[in-house]
Each structure stands twice: as structure tokens, then as C-alpha cells.
């Protein structure tokens, strides 16, 4: 157990719609990054924050947005969802702002199905 | 072109193997260089962490590599059914991981 928990573990919904998926980074850690893991793209890097603000940002479609609240709680938003959105989603945490020596824990995430 | 190479597999072998997983890379900026582990349905564990080039050594486990020619390695020794798993190389130099794609291990008793 990474220590890093999200919610929920699975979630089917309709083209079009929106959701939301949640995640709490391990305890003392700063930094959330979100990532998305498909069959065809592997698993590439969203988006990061640090300490509620963002940080650092890699191939996230403009649908998508993300935030962290002041407990370090992080929320992943898709909306106008296709059928190419499906995929699993990670989230995972480290210490600082993201020095390549940090160590980034991954939680169990997210798979999302897009019917 | 992708910036980080994995063949996805699948490779299978006998328990007791030794195993071999390479990426190559084409950034010559990345200096720090990943080996994660993921099992089916979970989400990847750090297993290996190497600063530039050099060989690091745990357990059964021994990461390489070779910034010259853009290669890193991992390497398994005595494998395990346990070992069977997907192995995601993953590299930075910024913080940001860069994933190859996975390759996926079956170590068969």
C-alpha cells in the first residue's frame, strides 16, 4: 500500500458527461500528479500540483482540469466525455516540488469507462 | 517518434531466468532513470532508481545505464512467478516522468 488513496475505483458513465475523480496523496507529501494509462498511449503525465498550485503541465486535453485544496486533496475533472477518454487514471504523490530525486508513490486508481 | 522506447512484449520465461528489459531514449537531457513494477490492476511501485550513468545493484534486481548510447536496462536474476508483472522504464530531468510503453513478464513455474 503506496499510502496514496483515490476514489472512486471504477466509474462507467455516458459520452457526454462529466465526472469527477478524487485523490489524497500520502501523508507529508506536497505534490499531486495526475496520470492517464491507456492500451495505446501507455501512461502519460497530465498534470501537477504543488501545494494548491499547478506546477507543471503535460497532455491534458482542455476538457480536463484538475485542482488541489488546501488539505492537498486532489480532484480530477473530465467533462464532454468520449469514448477515447477511457482509460485507467493515477494519481500519485511526492515530497517536493518535483526535484527529479523525488520519489513518486502511486495509488491504485481510477478506471473509467466511457460508454 | 516516441521520446522513450519499451518493447511491450510479452516475454515469458522459467522460473529461474535471468531476465533483461531495455528502454532506449532519444532526450540526452534525462538524467535520472526509473524502473517501476505494475501488477495487473494496480498501479506501478518504485522498484529501481539510478542517477546518470552506472549500474545500481538490489537483491535480484541490477539497473544499467548507458547515457552514451541512450540504453538502460533492467535485469532479473533467479525469476520468480512473483515476478510476473508489466516493467515501466520511466525517466526525467525535470521532475515530469516521461513512461515507455510497459513490457509485460511471465515467469512460469
Known amino acids: 500500500d503506496s499510502g496514496v488513496t483515490q476514489t472512486p475505483k471504477h466509474l462507467i458513465t455516458a459520452t457526454g458527461q462529466r465526472v469527477t475523480l478524487r485523490c489524497s496523496p500520502r501523508?507529508?507529501?506536497?505534490?499531486v500528479y495526475w496520470y492517464q494509462q491507456s492500451l495505446d498511449q501507455g501512461l502519460q503525465f497530465l498534470i501537477q500540483?504543488?501545494?494548491?498550485?499547478?506546477?507543471a503541465k503535460g497532455n491534458i486535453l482542455e476538457r480536463f482540469s484538475a485542482q488541489q485544496f488546501p488539505d492537498l486533496h486532489s480532484e480530477l475533472n473530465l467533462s464532454s466525455l468520449e469514448l477515447g477518454d477511457s482509460a485507467l487514471y493515477f494519481c500519485?504523490?511526492?515530497?517536493?516540488?518535483?526535484?527529479?530525486?523525488?520519489?513518486?508513490?502511486f495509488g491504485p486508481g481510477t478506471r473509467l469507462t466511457v460508454l | 517518434q516516441k521520446e522513450v522506447e519499451q518493447d511491450p512484449g510479452p516475454l515469458s520465461v522459467p522460473e529461474g531466468a535471468i531476465v533483461s528489459l531495455n528502454c532506449t531514449y532519444s532526450?540526452?537531457?534525462?538524467?535520472?532513470f526509473m524502473w517501476y513494477r505494475q501488477y495487473s490492476r494496480k498501479g506501478p511501485e518504485l522498484l529501481m532508481y539510478?542517477?546518470?550513468?552506472g549500474n545500481k545493484e538490489d537483491g535480484r534486481f541490477t539497473a544499467q545505464v548507458d547515457k552514451s548510447s541512450k540504453y538502460i536496462s533492467l535485469f532479473i536474476r533467479d525469476s520468480q512467478p512473483s515476478d510476473s508483472a508489466t516493467y515501466l522504464c520511466?525517466?526525467?530531468?525535470?521532475?515530469?516522468?516521461?513512461f515507455g510503453q510497459g513490457t509485460t513478464l511471465q515467469v512460469k513455474p
Open positions: 500519485a504523490s511526492s515530497v517536493s516540488a518535483g526535484a527529479s530525486t523525488d520519489t513518486q508513490y
Open positions: 501523508s507529508g507529501d506536497l505534490s
Open positions: 500540483y504543488y501545494n494548491g498550485e499547478e506546477r
Open positions: 532526450n540526452s537531457a534525462f538524467q535520472y
Open positions: 539510478t542517477y546518470s550513468s
Open positions: 520511466a525517466m526525467s530531468n525535470t521532475g515530469k516522468l516521461i
